[in-house]
């Protein structure tokens, strides 16, 4: 999408404010690994930076992007192997040689001024220029241009004064001698296919992929970060270049085929007809990259082979390279393609377009039934066998013909390098009951943990965390590292219906909307907070205001208020520094709220934006997702298929561990008088003065913003107001307009 949202509205009731519920992509994405960093020294940008002469690889190429094979970078300057070079900024056109390093010139003409104090008049003579090489130190390799330069000087001599010629130096002269060192080194890991980390390989985004793991295309960088946030701009985003291939010793005899699978969208953002995916090859002998496929937006559909001969002899060369690139828009985690399985080998042909691999499909996510995770406590006290009763497996048989598959799968848990526990998935299982799997088919089975092994709950300590291993195997040839998949089982304070990985925001909108998950728990007990994790998307709602609200479960939609936030103490999204970081909410006061088994936790909000909580869209537990634009008086379940990353935390024997956070009452700040008429003084901490400061209104809506001084409300309605300091620690502050 072009820096647009891509949202469903249920309900409008006004071209206003129009409320509804909305679904839209997330705009920063925190598990790209970052590249290697240049490091700047003063002015020299490429100061103490590194450049790596990448090694060469052999055919076969292939990467099904099951495990990481990006270089890593880890500069070190004193590692085996690493040189340095000095390079000067100002050089001597005639020799190359350094300038010396108290040289400085301006590309301003200066000039000497002779004033006679017989004539009162003066001449000007201006200087004649210097010839200098001047270097960009902005990248690397540098580049030199002779510039016609001046001294930076004027010089006044006064004819008939003795002793009287003054020099005035240009104040910061546009070219001064500097220098830059730069370290190099060569790499040498076979086992790293790809030069860049722009991509995001994951488990999640991808929608019924052959096997575990895909290569990502959006409009974030290697930091996760918009390519240009806040714009509706288009362009190359993401590329992913191979390293150097060794392809001399071939011709176009040797049948190289260079193969692909590809998918648009998946659980991601819909790639527009005007967005793409390109490939492209480089020759080495000719420096020069050469289209050879694309593929234009869509919607979501099953993995599409490509295959493509190499036969040009341009490419037969030694640091013959290949490279992916997306087009779209550069604002966020949108316009999405998928890659997997790319192969390139000799000895292929025209039909030869498949990837013989039995694999599991989707990583596992829980044993437990309806949870992902819940409180250790609950656990430990229930007499009810929580095992999951229809555990899902996927898996994808990559064989072109059926294949008979007896071997048995398998899932255990352990603590510490010990299993603690196992159960035996045998071949027919895998595939509803048939052992010969059909060719190119994925199968979803599901598995009744409950009559096998159980978690032990003689265990000491306040939490748990077990280690969960799941396997799958296969009689013929195969990539077994496509065969396991592992998680931790999480036993904690809370309850949590998603797996921790965020595909999208959702939300509510409208002022006075409200967003309600209902939870079912294991026992009465008492709540402490909210564990939330939201993301920006489209619009930053770090502001915006809303209320932490608990309900009780009447006929299955929220009920009545077992506690709602002070009006006067809102809260507001925070974004976290990690990727699927969730945030701890806890009740004002550190109080605890007793619950039945059967709850709703949520909020109300303030503010008509949608706050974007994350959406989990690989676990569909939106049954359990309900909103109401209309005060609560109506309530309706989500049309978005996913699980809400809204956790309900418990009161267990963590409650010491976790620095509860009180409402904040001391005066770190205030406003006076109270209630006002006609201006508002504003008191806060000395180095926060003449700071912005935003006044909203009960409902949410801005109405003034100044700086935190003496604030002039005469133009507000009477009523209730609140104050806050963007980017600042700071509670709200409320007062009365009289």
């Known amino acids: 999408m072009k820096a647009r949202l891509f949202f469903v509205v249920l309900l409008v009731h006004s071209f206003v404010q129009a409320q509804g519920f909305e ?14 960093t240049h490091l700047k020294s003063g002015n020299n940008w490429i100061d103490s930076t590194f450049f790596y002469s990448p090694d060469t690889l052999s055919l076969p190429f292939f990467d099904d992007f099951s495990s990481d094979k990006f270089q ?14 000095l390079y000067y900024k100002l050089l001597d056109p ?11 010139f301006t590309d301003q003409a200066t000039f000497k001024r002779t004033f006679n104090v017989v004539t009162s008049t003066f001449v000007d003579t201006v200087f004649q220029t210097i010839a200098v090489k001047s270097g960009d130190f902005t990248q690397f390799p540098i580049s030199y241009q002779t510039l016609n330069l001046y001294p930076p000087y004027y010089i006044y001599d006064t004819i008939g004064v003795p002793d009287v010629s003054d020099t005035v130096w240009v104040q910061n002269p546009n070219y001064i001698q500097d220098s830059a060192r730069i370290f190099f080194a060569t790499l040498n890991d076979p086992n790293a296919l790809w030069l860049d980390h722009q991509v995001y390989r994951n488990e999640r ?26 714009t509706s701009q288009t362009n190359f985003a993401d590329h992913l270049y191979s390293k150097p291939l060794d392809l001399s010793p071939y011709t176009a005899v040797d049948s190289l085929y260079f193969s692909f699978l590809v998918q648009p969208e998946g659980f991601g ?52 390279q290949f490279r992916f690139r997306n087009y779209g828009a550069l604002s966020g985690s949108l316009d999405h393609f998928h890659i997997d399985y790319v192969h390139l080998r000799t000895q292929s042909d025209v039909n ?15 044993l437990l039934e309806s949870y992902t995770a819940v409180p250790w406590d609950h656990y430990k006290a229930s007499t009810q066998n929580h095992m999951n009763t229809a555990l899902p497996l996927v898996l994808h048989n990559g064989s072109p013909n059926p294949e008979n598959n007896s071997i048995a799968g398998s899932i255990s848990f352990g603590q510490n390098g010990s299993t603690l526990g196992a159960y035996v998935l045998n071949g027919a299982s895998l595939s509803n009951g048939d052992l010969n799997y059909n060719a190119l088919t994925t199968y979803t089975s599901y598995h009744d943990l409950s009559s096998g092994a159980s978690f032990p709950t003689n265990l000491s300590g306040d939490e748990q965390v077990f280690r969960v291993k799941g396997t799958i195997g296969a009689q013929f040839p195969n990539l077994n590292q496509n065969d396991t998949t592992g998680f931790d089982q999480v036993f904690s304070n809370y309850y949590s219906y998603d797996d921790g990985s965020a595909e999208a925001a959702f939300g509510p909108t409208g002022v006075q909307s409200r967003l309600a998950i209902s939870y079912e728990s294991y026992e009465a007990d008492s709540l402490i907070g909210i564990s939330m994790h939201f993301l920006p998307s489209v619009i930053d709602v770090s502001n915006d205001l809303f209320l932490l609200s608990v309900w009780t479960n009447v006929n299955g939609h929220p009920g009545d208020l077992l506690y709602e936030d002070d009006v006067f103490f809102p809260r507001s999204p925070v974004y976290g520094d990690a990727r699927n970081q969730f945030v701890n909410y806890f009740f004002a006061d550190t109080q605890k709220v007793s619950v039945p088994t059967s709850f709703f936790v949520g909020w109300r909000q303030l503010d008509p934006h949608r706050l974007n909580l994350g959406l989990d869209r690989n676990i569909d537990r ?28 418990f009161s267990t024997a963590l409650d010491a561990t976790l620095q509860l956070e009180t409402q904040r009452t001391e005066s770190t700040w205030s406003c006076a008088p109270n209630p006002a008429t006609e201006t508002l003084t504003i008191y ?14 009960i409902s949410g809506q801005q109405v003034l913003q100044a700086a935190a001084s003496t604030l002039d409300i005469s133009g507000l309605q009477p009523g209730i107001y609140f104050i806050q300091m963007p980017h600042s620690k700071l509670p709200t502050l409320k007062f009365v307009k009289q």
């Open 72 to 85: 890593q970078y880890n500069p070190q300057y004193n590692a085996p192997g690493v040189t340095s070079q």
């Open 684 to 697: 806060c901490p000395e180095n926060l003065k003449g700071q912005a400061v935003n006044v909203y209104s």
């Open 23 to 36: 679904m839209g992509p997330i705009m920063r994405n925190f598990d790209c690994n970052a590249s290697l």
């Open 269 to 320: 953002d819909i790639p527009e007809s005007t967005d793409s995916l390109v490939l492209d090859f480089y020759a080495k002998d000719l420096d020069q990259w050469f289209h050879v496929w694309s593929m234009a937006g869509d919607t979501v559909a099953p993995f599409k082979v490509v295959h493509i001969p190499v036969t040009a002899a341009k490419y037969f060369k030694k640091g013959f």
């Open 205 to 230: 985004y991808a929608v019924q992929p052959r096997s575990l793991g895909v290569a990502t295309f959006d409009g974030l960088n290697e930091h996760g970060y918009p390519y240009a946030i806040g």
């Open 352 to 366: 030869d377009t498949l990837f013989k691999d039995f694999a599991l499909v989707y990583p596992l996510t829980s």
């Open 94 to 104: 005639a020799t190359n040689n350094a300038l010396p390093t108290s040289n400085s």
């Open 622 to 649: 939106s049954d359990k997702i309900q909103y109401s634009v209309d005060g609560g008086v109506n309530w309706y379940i989500s049309p978005f298929e996913g699980s809400a990353m809204l956790r309900p935390i």
